[in-house]
């Protein structure tokens, strides 16, 4: 492999600076085979469609490990074939859309210092914040349950996020719980009215 890149190289090189065409039989062979490698490669790459859109390129940047964004591409386009194949489901996409924003949290809890006591402050989230959370928790819920490939047990996470069956619900409900039940430390200012 190596000594027919270099090959090609040295030809490439000789033509390029003395107009001289040499004809190596390796060069050629290797040239022939390079354009239809790359054709398959562009034909397996459109097989995985994947909407451009602002949502599926966050949850496919979540799911990308090591930075390879193909994969997760593929990962997610697969689960949407598998939630497709459901009973009642038309639009996966659509599906999806639905079942992140209702997983999304409105705020969040930090924890500060008043004196020696720790307390919990409500803090609102902003939309790609809700988005993230809820993305992340679907993924662990996903990664519990017993289907065999990520693509099943992503597809019936979405699904069940829709039907409210889903622990990522349960962590937001009980997110918003404990920021309704500190509600009293929200820090607010009341000076900002417009007169």
Known sequence: MASTMLQSLRKSTV????????????A???????????????ASQSETHVPNNELVNQLVNTIMRDGKKARAQRLVSDSMK???????????????YDAIDSASPLLKLTTTKKGSKAIHVPTPLRLRQRRRRAIVWMLESATKRPEKTFEQRFATEVYEVNQGT????????????????NRA???????????
């Open 166 to 181: 889903s622990p990522a619900l349960q962590k937001k409900a009980q997110i918003h719980k404990q920021a309704l039940a």
């Open 15 to 26: 033509t390029a600076l003395f107009g001289i065409n040499r004809s190596f039989t390796t």
């Open 82 to 96: 598998w939630l497709q194949q459901k009973d009642d489901v038309t639009d996966p996409y659509e599906m999806l």
């Open 185 to 195: 430390n929200a820090q607010v200012s009341y000076g900002t009215q417009s007169r």
């Open 28 to 42: 050629a062979a290797a040239t022939t085979t390079t354009p239809t490698t790359t054709t398959n490669t562009i």
